[in-house]
């Protein structure tokens, strides 16, 4: 995928930058694809500092317009799924600097889906601009930390690369076992 967006970054270098942004809105619209593979192109094709930059615009105004979009489409059908995670129904029914908080403290957990914080934030009283700034400053740690490693793993040799794959694998084997 990230071999793909570069290709495309580099036919449209003019546009390589609302490209970015498009996907990235796409990818927080849906909700369940990860963006990883949209920062590690935008470090790859645009450096790490700018790379990073359009990143965290992209999450940013994708994430926005998830909100609204969830707000006014999807209200009352998802707030009835988001009744079984006990921590996001906290957040529908929290208001301002409650809500603000759990925001920026879901979004800096690694592992809690960006989807489902934007799906919960929606259908809950938190006012649009709130959401926004909590979102983005959550977002930006995160997004440090997915844009240090992809420049990391580039910057890996061949036999890097060879030993991250193998640790993957053999980690992937591990909790799949745990789960069985």
């Given at each position: 995928?990230?071999?793909?967006?570069?290709?495309l970054?580099?036919?449209?270098?003019?546009?390589?930058?609302?490209?970015?942004?498009?996907?990235?809105?796409?990818?927080?619209?849906?909700?369940?694809?990860?963006?990883?593979?949209?920062?590690?192109?935008?470090?790859?094709?645009?450096?790490?500092?700018?790379?990073?930059?359009?990143?965290?615009?992209?999450?940013?105004?994708?994430?926005?317009?998830?909100?609204?979009?969830?707000?006014?489409?999807?209200?009352?059908?998802?707030?009835?799924?988001?009744?079984?995670?006990?921590?996001?129904?906290?957040?529908?029914?929290?208001?301002?600097?409650?809500?603000?908080?759990?925001?920026?403290?879901?979004?800096?957990?690694?592992f809690?889906?960006?989807?489902?914080?934007?799906?919960?934030?929606?259908?809950?009283?938190?006012?649009?601009?709130?959401?926004?700034?909590?979102?983005?400053?959550?977002?930006?740690?995160?997004?440090?930390?997915?844009?240090?490693?992809?420049?990391?793993?580039?910057?890996?040799?061949?036999?890097?690369?060879?030993?991250?794959?193998?640790?993957?694998?053999?980690?992937?084997?591990?909790?799949?076992?745990?789960?069985?």
């Amino acid at each position: 995928m990230v071999d793909s967006l570069l290709q495309l970054f580099k036919e449209h270098q003019d546009l390589a930058i609302v490209i970015s942004i498009c996907i990235s809105i796409i990818v927080a619209v849906l909700g369940i694809v990860p963006s990883v593979f949209i920062t590690a192109a935008n470090i790859l094709f645009f450096g790490f500092w700018n790379g990073m930059f359009i990143s965290f615009l992209g999450e940013a105004i994708g994430a926005g317009i998830a909100f609204l979009l969830y707000r006014n489409g999807f209200k009352k059908t998802v707030e009835k799924k988001l009744d079984t995670y006990p921590k996001v129904k906290r957040l529908i029914d929290a208001e301002n600097i409650e809500a603000f908080y759990l925001v920026l403290a879901l979004r800096l957990i690694p592992f809690v889906p960006s989807g489902l914080i934007t799906f919960a934030a929606a259908v809950g009283r938190i006012s649009f601009p709130v959401f926004i700034a909590a979102s983005s400053l959550g977002k930006l740690p995160a997004l440090f930390i997915e844009a240090y490693a992809v420049n990391a793993v580039n910057n890996f040799g061949w036999q890097g690369k060879l030993i991250l794959a193998l640790a993957a694998l053999v980690l992937l084997y591990w909790v799949l076992s745990k789960k069985k």
